[in-house]
């Protein structure tokens, strides 16, 4: 079966510079959630989603960063005003309902900002 | 400090090895631990779950220390297939995952 897919797999921009990173669960999961991984680092919780609502937007580092799932189903992360330290890897995780059931993990997007 | 801190290693070893790391946490209300495999830039995937009286899954063996607060994974015969990194993970709400930075473990022929 379809695992989590996100797109684009790769995303060069440059400093200043806005971007949108999708993700796209695994069909019936209600819960979603993003993560950011830095090299040589484990990943970082950003954002979790039940259904439409963020349930837990803590680990956004500031307000540059953005994520909605407007449907419930796909979520977009966005970034304005990217930084150089932004380069990382973003993973999105889905689960069958919280996180309690296993999250399974997309391959991620490999932003980097010069 | 991190909550969840690993040896990086790496652990090189030979095929048909054992080798063993653990991770320490510093969260007492921890709820889930487990161990996720990520392969070289691919994502991270659920290797086991760990509870408090150990648990094996073939020839992996993890274990928990809720009063030390750490964690570990000992792997049997290794396997040139277990060359990965290893991701200590820690729970403790319903739902937030908190990970370490891995340990590398090389398995040579």
């Known amino acids: 079966g379809a695992g989590v897919s996100q797109t684009p797999s790769n995303k060069v921009t440059e400093k200043g510079k806005y971007v949108e990173l999708r993700c796209d669960p695994i069909?019936?999961?209600?819960?979603l959630y993003w993560y950011r991984q830095s090299l040589g680092q484990g990943p970082e919780f950003l954002i979790y989603?039940?259904?439409?609502?963020?349930?837990?937007d803590s680990g956004l580092p500031n307000d540059r960063f953005f994520a909605v799932r407007p449907e419930g189903s796909v979520s977009t992360l966005k970034i304005q005003r990217t930084e150089r330290g932004d380069s990382a890897v973003y993973l999105c995780?889905?689960?069958?309902?919280?996180?309690?059931?296993?999250?399974?993990f997309g391959p991620g997007t490999r932003l980097t900002v010069l | 400090r991190k909550e969840v801190e690993q040896d990086p290693g790496p652990f090189n070893v030979p095929e048909g090895a054992t080798v063993a790391f653990n991770c320490t946490y510093s969260?007492?209300?921890?709820?889930?631990f487990f161990w996720y495999r990520q392969d070289c830039r691919k994502e991270p995937k659920l290797l086991m779950s760990?509870?408090?009286s150990g648990n094996e899954d073939g020839r992996f063996t993890a274990q928990l220390n809720r009063a030390s607060q750490y964690i570990s994974l000992l792997i049997r015969d290794s396997k040139l297939s277990d060359s990965a990194t290893y991701l200590c993970?820690?729970?403790?709400?319903?739902?937030?995952?908190?990970f370490g930075a891995g340990t590398t473990v090389t398995v040579r022929a």
């Open positions: 069909s019936g999961h209600t819960a």
């Open positions: 760990v509870y408090s």
């Open positions: 989603f039940q259904g439409t609502g963020a349930a837990d």
């Open positions: 995780a889905s689960s069958l309902t919280s996180g309690i059931n296993e999250q399974f």
């Open positions: 969260n007492s209300a921890s709820q889930s």
């Open positions: 993970v820690v729970r403790y709400n319903d739902y937030k995952l908190s």
